[in-house]
T-cell receptor, first 110, second 117 residues
């Protein structure tokens, strides 16, 4: 029972362009969502979060959008940089613990 | 200020042996979490503590797994009679219940990679 799904295993974009990473969820009880970035052999690094009472949160090059009716959120990275190449995880908080998606590997080509 | 630290970073053991991992959270954080990540998957929740109290354990956590946080600071995760299926990255994270908004985020350590031969 995958409550948080990232249906695209990988994404490749050119440097300077926009990267859009998508995430769908099934549990309407989720009230807080987070995005993490993970490099190989390291733990996930927190990027940005959004409360379910909002539809957008922006932090520098990173913007997260939430569509509650569609149970969908997305992470936009503009402009994309080669250093953004990593695995990105969407996660939701439920009773204190994080429920993660499977991850999307982003490759930003110079 | 240091982040979450974990020790060891890597562990190779033979099937049937016991292993113990340690996690030191961010000092002002009262919650500590353990997750497990296997290849191609996102981290999966195992258990978490608020101070020294273990508040929740996942069904993934078999009887061979035990976690402690005796003084509400560092935590240990022990796996007894390891099996090859226990091979994974074990991640520790911490957070504070005294915050709100984006500070609800959990901050992860570098993980301990376990290989059971």
């Amino acid at each position: 029972d995958q409550q948080v799904k990232q249906n695209s295993p990988s994404l490749s974009v050119q440097e300077g362009r926009i990267s859009i990473l998508n995430c769908d969820y099934t549990n309407s009880m989720f009230d807080y969502f987070l995005w993490y970035k993970k490099y190989p052999a390291e733990g996930p690094t927190f990027l940005i979060s959004i409360s379910s009472i909002k539809d957008k949160n922006e932090d520098g090059r990173f913007t997260v959008f939430l569509n509650k009716s569609a149970k969908h959120l997305s992470l936009h990275i503009v402009p994309s940089q080669p250093g953004d190449s990593a695995v990105y995880f969407c996660a939701a908080i439920l009773t204190g613990k994080l429920i993660f998606g499977q991850g999307t590997t982003l490759q930003v080509k110079p | 200020d240091t982040g979450v630290s974990q020790d060891p970073r890597h562990k190779i053991t033979k099937r049937g042996q016991n292993v113990t991992f340690r996690c030191d959270p961010i000092s002002e954080h009262n919650r500590l979490y353990w997750y497990r990540q296997t290849l191609g998957q996102g981290p999966e929740f195992l258990t978490y503590f608020q101070n020294e109290a273990q508040l929740e354990k996942s069904r993934l956590l078999s009887d061979r797994f035990s976690a402690e946080r005796p003084k509400g600071s560092f935590s240990t995760l022990e796996i007894q009679r390891t099996e090859q299926g226990d091979s994974a990255m074990y991640l520790c994270a911490s957070s504070s219940t005294m915050t709100s908004g984006s500070l609800l985020a959990q901050y992860f350590g570098p993980g301990t990679r376990l290989l059971v031969l």
